[in-house]
């Protein structure tokens, strides 16, 4: 299993930015994906899950209305669409595979992340 983020940089606030997460190594269509973050200093955080079939999201409280999760399966990628940034936002960005059909599943692989930071 392979998971490799990419599309993160440096946007001022109120900026947008698109992640991917391109995936290998496993049927990408069948299992839910997250996307989580860690800030400097700080925990890890879930940001935002879609389920495998009905493509059902689910997103923190953080960062819903901004952030939009989506996946191509005939790509086997993932997507975070974020608008509205915010300095909170900065922080590396981690795409992680369930071990189930929902996002919500323990996550058993990580991606080794893409620095996303939201400075004027």
């Known amino acids: 299993v392979q998971l490799v983020e990419s599309g993160g940089g440096l946007v001022q606030p109120g900026g947008s930015l698109t992640l991917s997460c391109a995936a290998s190594?496993?049927?990408?269509?069948?299992?839910?994906m997250s996307w989580v973050r860690q800030a400097p200093g700080k925990e890890l955080e879930w940001v935002s899950g879609v389920n495998s079939g009905n493509g059902r999201t689910a997103y923190a409280d953080s960062v819903k209305g901004r952030f939009t999760i989506y996946r191509d399966n005939p790509k086997s990628t993932l997507y975070l669409q974020m608008n509205d940034l915010k300095p909170d936002d900065t922080a590396v960005y981690y795409c992680t595979k369930s071990s189930r059909t929902t996002w919500d599943g323990r996550s058993n692989y990580w991606g080794k992340g893409t620095l996303v930071n939201v400075s004027s």
């Open positions: 190594g496993f049927t990408f269509s069948i299992y839910g």
